[in-house]
Every structure is written in C-alpha cells, then in structure tokens.
C-alpha cells in the first residue's frame, strides 16, 4: 500500500536553529516527490519537486533532497515567518497525490 | 493567472443538509482534483477530473458525495445528507497538461452541526 510518513510531527526552533524535516515513503511507480507549505486556514502552497535519488532542490532557507526510501527539507537559519505546516507528497502513476500528515514547525524569535 | 479559487471560503450547516462547494482551476489546466483535510492530517485524495472526464474516485467517496465537471472547466462538489464526520477543509487542486505540480486552492471550511 503506498504511504507517506512525515517526522517529526511538530518541531520548534530558535531563529537561526537549522534543521531538517524527514519524509519517508513507500510507493509503487513513483511519479515525483512533492513539498507543500501551508499556513493555517489556507491551502498549500507548493515548494519543489523531486524526481529521482540524488536530486536537490533549494529555495531561499529550504533546500530538499530524495533517496530511494526518504526526503529531507533542510532549513538553514530559519526566521519566524518559516513558521509553518510542511507537507511532503508523493504522486502516484494515476497522478494523485498521497500526503504524510505534515510537520509543524515554530520558529521563535 | 489568478490562481485556483474556491466558493464558498466557509460553510456551516445542519446534520442532513445537502451542501455544494465550487471550484474555479487556473484558466487551460485540464486536470481537476478534489482532497478533503481533517485537523492534523495531510491531505485526502477524493476524486480527478480530466477535462469533464471524472477517472478515479476514492474510496472515501461514498454515495452521498457527487463531483460534476460541466464542460471541462470549473467543479462542483455536493455532500448529500451531511453528517458530522464530513466537517473538514475541502481543497480543489489543478494541474495543467505539461506539468506534475498541483496548484491548491484556498479551501472551503465546512462546519457540519
């Protein structure tokens, strides 16, 4: 059964604190691995996608990363406004998307 | 480009009350999805639209829930009977034809009494 696990679930930082998201996953005929960011109340809003291990992707403070098995969002010096739920998701051969349950992540000031 | 727009942003209803949501893709995407998303959850696949083409619902898509796609352009999604387990945010995503990447759009919040 194809599934998406996020960890951890929530995470809070000190701005400046670098850290990584991981997504783990397991699918048959991976289509790309995708990054959403959503804030609350509102719909995601898409980051990167990856298509094959070894591939990166950097964005201002977020780089992502695949293997075979995981992605990373890596957040280097994270400022409050990076306060946010991260969503990872995978698109299968019928296109859809399966999502993990998100990270939670608080930066403080 | 204006983005993905959904109607209405908030709907609270009665226990046994049909409601319909509306979504507007970005103007050329043929590719229409549907996803429900409870409180601490990703989001769900519910169903796909290519051009007026419904090509796979869900298994959360029971007999009470009905997707439309007029035409190829905009959707309706209607939740017959509503119950209160059908309280969540209802998100449309679209795709155009040349790209993977979904585009969301701002959900609808429905509140089931």
């Known amino acids: 059964e194809d599934q998406v696990t996020q960890s951890p679930e929530a995470l809070r930082l000190q701005e400046g604190e670098s850290s990584s998201l991981n997504c783990s996953y397991t699918v048959s005929g991976l289509r790309g691995l995708f990054w959403y960011r959503q804030d609350p109340g509102k719909g995601p809003e898409f980051l990167f996608t990856l298509y094959s291990a070894g591939e990166e992707k950097e964005k201002e403070r977020l780089k992502a990363t695949l293997t075979k098995k995981e992605s990373f969002l890596h957040i280097t010096a994270p400022k409050p406004e990076d306060s946010a739920t991260y969503l990872c998701a995978v698109q299968t051969l019928g296109g859809k998307l399966i999502f993990g349950q998100g990270t939670t992540l608080q930066v403080k000031p | 480009d204006t983005g993905v727009s959904q109607n209405p942003r908030h709907k609270i209803t009665k226990r046994g009350q049909n409601v319909t949501f509306r979504c507007d893709p970005i103007s050329e995407h043929n590719r229409l999805y549907w996803y429900r998303q409870t409180l601490g959850q990703g989001p769900e696949f519910l169903t796909y639209?290519?051009?007026?083409?419904?090509?796979?619902k869900s298994r959360l898509l029971s007999d009470r829930f009905s997707a439309e796609r007029p035409k190829g352009s905009f959707s309706t999604l209607e939740i017959q009977r509503t119950e209160q387990g059908d309280s969540a945010m209802y998100l449309c995503?679209?795709?155009?034809?040349?790209?993977?990447?979904?585009?969301f759009g701002p959900g609808t919040r429905l509140t089931v009494l």
């Open positions: 639209f290519q051009n007026e083409a419904q090509l796979e």
């Open positions: 995503a679209s795709r155009g034809g040349m790209t993977d990447t979904q585009y």
